[in-house]
C-alpha cells in the first residue's frame, strides 16, 4: 500500500510557517558551500577537482591504464556520471577533454586520440567518436591507491565507493594549475615546472618552514634550484621582476604578464617581417588574429600592413610592416599594449586545506601540504604492507608446521571427521593456518616447497623489520617521500622533451610610451577649429584660408590652426583648467563638429580660452585678468581625464586671460589703461598650479597683452593696417621696469585695440 498523500481530515491545512529570510540564507548557504566543496576549487593534495578525480578513477575502475588500449570516452563519460558524478554528460566529457589538451594542460592527465580540440578554439569532436587513456602522469596520481593510501566515502547513490583524494605522487595542483569560480570565491592557479616543484618540495623537507623566497629559484644561488615561475603549455615570455613574483608566491595574490614570442625574419633587400612563435596561455588564436585584423582595418595599427596565420601543427603568425624602416620593437609594443599577444596570468591560490577548508595559500604551505599528504601515504601504504606480511608469515608458519609434520596432518585429514578443529589443537594453530593447510594441494608436497617456504618467511621477516624501522623513525620517512619525489624529478626532468621549460623570462624592453602612442595613431595632417560658443572640428588637410568656415547662426571663429591626428590638442579655460584632446579623436570637419562640453567636464559658467597644438619643449605664460601670471611647463600641464588639470587658480570676477608662449629674455605687459611696463623674463616665476604673481599693477581694468621678446632685437607691434614698428633697448628705456609696476602709457603709434598684434 503506498503512502496516504491526502491532507488529514481534521481541517488543518498542514502549512508550517517558515521565515523566508532564514530558510534563504539556509538553502543559499548550502547551495555556496557545495559549490566551493565539490565542484569549484581544487583539494591542495593532489590538485584535483571532484570531477577530475572521478574521471581519473573511473578510468582506473575500467582498468584503462597508460599501456592498456585506449577506450570509447563515452564509455568513460557513462561510468564517470552512472557511478561517481551525477552531473551532465557534456560537462563531464568537456573535464576530460581538457585534461586532455597539451595546450592547456602543462602535463597532460589523459592521453587522446582523435579530435580533442585546438588551440584556435575549435571543440572536441563528440565523445562516440574520441577515445582515451591515461597518461604516466595519472598513474602516479593513483601510485598506491590499492594499499589503503587514502580514505573512500560512497558514492552518491551508495553503490558504490569513491576515494575523497588520491595518493598524488606528481605535484599536480602546481604543476598543471587550475582555475574554477564558486560562490563568493574563485581560484587560479598558472601551471609550473615539475622538475622546478620538486627541487623547491625537496629543498622544504631539507629545511621545514623556509620562506617563499628561499623556495623560488635565485640566480646567485643557481645550485639551489627552486621554482623560476610559472612555466606555461604554450610557452610565452613572462615580463615580471623578481621582486613582485616573490610577492605573488608569499601572499598567494596576484599575476605574471606573459608575452608572445616572436623574432624578426628578413627577407632581404633591408626587408623583414615578424613571425610570432608563441602566443600567451589561453588565449584563442583565431581570436586574436581577428582582433589584429579588426585594429587595422580601424586603422589602430599604422606600422602594421597585414596580417597571416602561417600555422600548421606549430603556432606562426606572420606580420608584415607597413615599410622597412619601421621599428619593429615599437610595432610589437603597440600590439601587446592592444592585444592579447601580452596577458595577465592571474594568481589566486585559493584551494581546499586538508580537503575541507577553503583557503588563499602561499607557495610553502601549498607544498608543505603537499608533503605531509605523501608522508601520509607512505604511512598508511607501510601499514597496509606490513599487515599483509603479517597474514602471510602466519600462514607460512601455518604450512612450516605441516611439513614437518606432513604424515600425522595427511591422517588427520584422511581419518578425522572434523580436520580443521583436530589439526588447530593438535598443533596450536589459528583458523588462518588451519585453513591454508586444508586449501593446499597436493603437488605443493614436494620437498623443494619447504625450502622455499623458509626463503620466503626469511624475506618477509626482513621487509617487516625494515617498515617497523621506517614508520618508527620520522627522519627515514621523510628520506623515502624525498626519494619517491626524486624519482618523480627523473622522470620529468628539464632534460626530457615534456619536461623541458617552455616559458621564458625577460625584461620588457623600456620603450617609449610617447612613442608607442603615436606607433598607435595614423599620421594625418588636420586643421582644428574651435568656434565662440565651444564647438570643435578636426578639418583633413592643413588650409590657410579659413574665411570659407561655417558656422551655427550667432557664432564665429574663436581659434583655428593647423596639427598632426597624433598630436595632443591642449585646451584652456577661462576657469584656469587645461584639458587634452588626441588629434585622431576630435570630431570630423562635415557639419559643425561637437561641443567641447561633451568630451571634457567643463564648468558651466566657463569658456574655452584658447586652443594649441602640445610642445613638450615649450613654457608658457598664464596671465588672469587682474594680471597675475606664472610661467609654467608645457610637459605639467597634459591632463589625462575628461576632469582635466586646473593649473590656475583664479576666483570670480577674475579670470585666466592669456596663454603666451614663452620666448627671449624679456616681458612686455600692456593693459586695458594702455600702459605699458617692460622686465626681465626672469621676474616671473615657474610653477604647476598657482595663483601667480603680479605682472602690472592697475588703478582699474586689467591686462590687455603680453609678448615676450629679446632685448637686443627690441620689441616689435603691429598696427591695424600691417605696420611693423620696433622699439630697440635705448627707444624702450622709459618703460624698463620691475614686475608689478604701473607702467608708462603705451609708445607712440601703439595699436588701439591694445594688442601687439594689431
Not at 621554482?227 to 621582486?243: F, K, N, Q, Y
Not at 592571474?346 to 605523501?374: C, F, I, Y
Request: charged share 30%; proline share 5%; with cysteine.
Amino acid at each position: 500500500m503506498g503512502k496516504n498523500l491526502l491532507p488529514p481530515e481534521d481541517g488543518g491545512d498542514n502549512i508550517i510557517p517558515v521565515d523566508l529570510k532564514s530558510a534563504l540564507e539556509e538553502r543559499y548557504l548550502a547551495y555556496a558551500l557545495s559549490t566551493i566543496m565539490h565542484r569549484a576549487l581544487p583539494d591542495v593534495r593532489d590538485g584535483l577537482k571532484p570531477v577530475h578525480r572521478r574521471i581519473i578513477h573511473a578510468m582506473s575502475e575500467m582498468g584503462i591504464r597508460p599501456n592498456s588500449a585506449f577506450k570509447k570516452c563515452a564509455r568513460i563519460v557513462g561510468d564517470v556520471i552512472g557511478k561517481f558524478h551525477p552531473h551532465g554528460d557534456q560537462s563531464v566529457y568537456d573535464a576530460l577533454v581538457r585534461l586532455a589538451q597539451d595546450f592547456s594542460q602543462r602535463y597532460p592527465v589523459v592521453d587522446g586520440q582523435g579530435n580533442f580540440g585546438n588551440i584556435d578554439g575549435d571543440a572536441a569532436a563528440a565523445y562516440r567518436y574520441t577515445e582515451a587513456r591515461m597518461t604516466e602522469v595519472a598513474a602516479l596520481l593513483l601510485e598506491g591507491i590499492d594499499q589503503d593510501a587514502v580514505d573512500y566515502r560512497p558514492t552518491y547513490n551508495e553503490e558504490d565507493d569513491e576515494p575523497v583524494v588520491l595518493p598524488g605522487a606528481f605535484p599536480n595542483l602546481l604543476a598543471n594549475g587550475a582555475s574554477g569560480i564558486a560562490v563568493g570565491m574563485a581560484t587560479s592557479i598558472p601551471p609550473h615546472n615539475a622538475h622546478e616543484i620538486c627541487d623547491a618540495a625537496l629543498y622544504l623537507i631539507k629545511n621545514p618552514g623556509a620562506p617563499v623566497e628561499e623556495l623560488l629559484a635565485d640566480p646567485a644561488h643557481p645550485e639551489r634550484g627552486g621554482i623560476e615561475g610559472p612555466d606555461l603549455p604554450t610557452g610565452g615570455i613572462i615580463v615580471e621582476s623578481r621582486a613582485s613574483m616573490i610577492e605573488t608566491y608569499r601572499t598567494g595574490r596576484g599575476g605574471f604578464r606573459v608575452r608572445a614570442r616572436w623574432e624578426q625574419e628578413d627577407l632581404g633587400r633591408g626587408g623583414y617581417q615578424i613571425v610570432i612563435t608563441e602566443i600567451p596561455f589561453q588565449v584563442q588564436k583565431s581570436r586574436l588574429i581577428e582582433k589584429i585584423a579588426e585594429l587595422l582595418i580601424a586603422r589602430k595599427l599604422p606600422l602594421l600592413e597585414d596580417v597571416r596565420d602561417e600555422s600548421a601543427e606549430d603556432v606562426r603568425i606572420v606580420l608584415v610592416p607597413k615599410s622597412r624602416t619601421v621599428d619593429a620593437t615599437l610595432l610589437m609594443e603597440s600590439l601587446f599594449k592592444l592585444t592579447e599577444l601580452e596577458s595577465r596570468i592571474p594568481l589566486n591560490m585559493n584551494v581546499l586545506s586538508q580537503g575541507k577548508v577553503p583557503k588563499v595559500m602561499a607557495l610553502n604551505e601549498v607544498l608543505t601540504e603537499w608533503l605531509d599528504h605523501r608522508r601520509e601515504v607512505l604511512v598508511r601504504r607501510s601499514q597496509f604492507r606490513l599487515a599483509a606480511i603479517d597474514r602471510r608469515l602466519e600462514i607460512l608458519g601455518g604450512l612450516l608446521v605441516a611439513y614437518l609434520n606432513l604424515d600425522e596432518v595427511i591422517r588427520i585429514i584422511r581419518e578425522e571427521d572434523e580436520p580443521k578443529q583436530v589439526l588447530i589443537a593438535t598443533f596450536s594453530l589459528t583458523d588462518n593456518q588451519a585453513e591454508a593447510i586444508l586449501n593446499m594441494r597436493l603437488r605443493n608436497l614436494r620437498k623443494l616447497e619447504e625450502f622455499e617456504i623458509r626463503k620466503e618467511h626469511e624475506t618477509l621477516s626482513a621487509e617487516k623489520a625494515e617498515i617497523e624501522s621506517l614508520l618508527a623513525s620520522e627522519e627515514k620517512l621523510w628520506q623515502t617521500v624525498a626519494w619517491e619525489i626524486g624519482e618523480v624529478k627523473k622522470k620529468y626532468a628539464k632534460a626530457t622533451e615534456l619536461g623541458r621549460r617552455r616559458t621564458s623570462f625577460a625584461n620588457a624592453p623600456e620603450a617609449d610610451l610617447e612613442a608607442i602612442q603615436q606607433a598607435m595613431i595614423e599620421k594625418e595632417p588636420i586643421t582644428v577649429v574651435v568656434s565662440e560658443k565651444g564647438w570643435i572640428r578636426a578639418l583633413k588637410g592643413h588650409i590657410s584660408d579659413t574665411s570659407g568656415l561655417t558656422f551655427k547662426e550667432g557664432d564665429g571663429l574663436k581659434v583655428a590652426f593647423p596639427a598632426q591626428t597624433t598630436d595632443k590638442i591642449l585646451l584652456v579655460t577661462t576657469g584656469g583648467k587645461v584639458y587634452t584632446l588626441g588629434g585622431d579623436k576630435l570630431p570630423g570637419g562635415r557639419g559643425h563638429g561637437e561641443p567641447i562640453r561633451i568630451m571634457v567636464d567643463m564648468e558651466n559658467d566657463q569658456d574655452v580660452l584658447t586652443a594649441f597644438v602640445h610642445d613638450p619643449a615649450r613654457k608658457l605664460i598664464l596671465a588672469s585678468t587682474a594680471g597675475n601670471g606664472f610661467i609654467v611647463p608645457e610637459n605639467e600641464i597634459i591632463a589625462n581625464t575628461r576632469k582635466g588639470k586646473q593649473v590656475m587658480n583664479v576666483g570670480m570676477p577674475d579670470e585666466a586671460k592669456l596663454v603666451i608662449p614663452v620666448t627671449g629674455d624679456h616681458v612686455a605687459v600692456v593693459g586695458e589703461n594702455r600702459k605699458l611696463v617692460v622686465f626681465p623674463l626672469a621676474q616671473i616665476p615657474e610653477m604647476t598650479r598657482g595663483k601667480g604673481v603680479r605682472l602690472q599693477r592697475y588703478k582699474d581694468g586689467g591686462v590687455s597683452d603680453i609678448k615676450c621678446f629679446s632685448i637686443a632685437d627690441g620689441l616689435t607691434w603691429e598696427d591695424s593696417a600691417g605696420r611693423i614698428f620696433t622699439r630697440n633697448k635705448d627707444e624702450l628705456l622709459e618703460w624698463l621696469g620691475d614686475r608689478a609696476a604701473s607702467g608708462r602709457p603705451v609708445p607712440k603709434g601703439f595699436p588701439r585695440s591694445g594688442k601687439f598684434a594689431g
